[in-house]
């Protein structure tokens, strides 16, 4: 899905202690399959993906949610849908087995949104770097990967200011130090 100005609100979270992994991914899959079953208004689709990043359950396992909305206003709608109605129930059940959780905004810069991404690359712009030049250089890169560059909105948690998603690792300017992250995918169902 290609958008200009595609916005995600990326959800790190994990399971409570003593709460299984089939539990909570069922639970998860649950959630998300409300969502797709009945579309809040400017809701383009969500996934999430199972990893181990620094800023999530210290550096434990943790998923990954992307949840796609075509501008803040479809945010709004998202944060209301999300608690109400047939998403309620399984909204509720899913927060109940978890044992914390942290977020981001980021907007689509470049390429298509990818609904099962097998690698992140996440990283920040070198200090000395000018945005145009470092974004300029990044798009190409981008459009060969078949990824989709993603960049922080807003500052809500720890994560780095860029994410890039694509099916394989990507050569990325000398200057930056990705952290690559395999990711495994846990909704939508392959």
């Not at 089939?22 to 998860?28: H, L, M």
């Amino acid at each position: 899905m290609k958008s200009e100005g595609l916005l995600a609100y990326v959800f790190w979270h994990w399971p409570r202690p003593g709460v299984s992994a089939a539990e909570y991914a069922g639970r998860q899959r649950a959630f998300h399959a409300a969502l797709a079953a009945e579309r809040p208004s400017g809701f383009e689709g969500s996934f999430s993906s199972a990893l181990s990043v620094p800023w999530a359950n210290a550096g434990g396992e943790a998923c990954e949610d992307w949840y796609l909305v075509r501008d803040f206003a479809a945010l709004g709608s998202l944060n209301e849908a999300a608690v109400s109605a047939s998403r309620a129930a399984p909204h509720d059940a899913a927060a109940a087995v978890a044992g914390g959780g942290t977020g981001g905004l980021y907007r689509l810069r470049f390429g298509t949104a990818l609904l099962a991404p097998a690698h992140a690359h996440w990283f920040s712009k070198p200090e000395d770097a000018r945005y145009a030049e470092f974004l300029a250089d990044l798009e190409p890169r981008v459009a060969r990967a078949a990824g989709a560059l993603w960049m922080r909105q807003l500052t809500m948690g720890p994560a780095t200011e860029f994410c890039l998603h694509a099916a394989e690792p990507v050569a990325l300017p000398d200057a930056v130090r990705p952290r690559l992250v395999a990711l495994r995918p846990a909704w939508p169902p392959i």
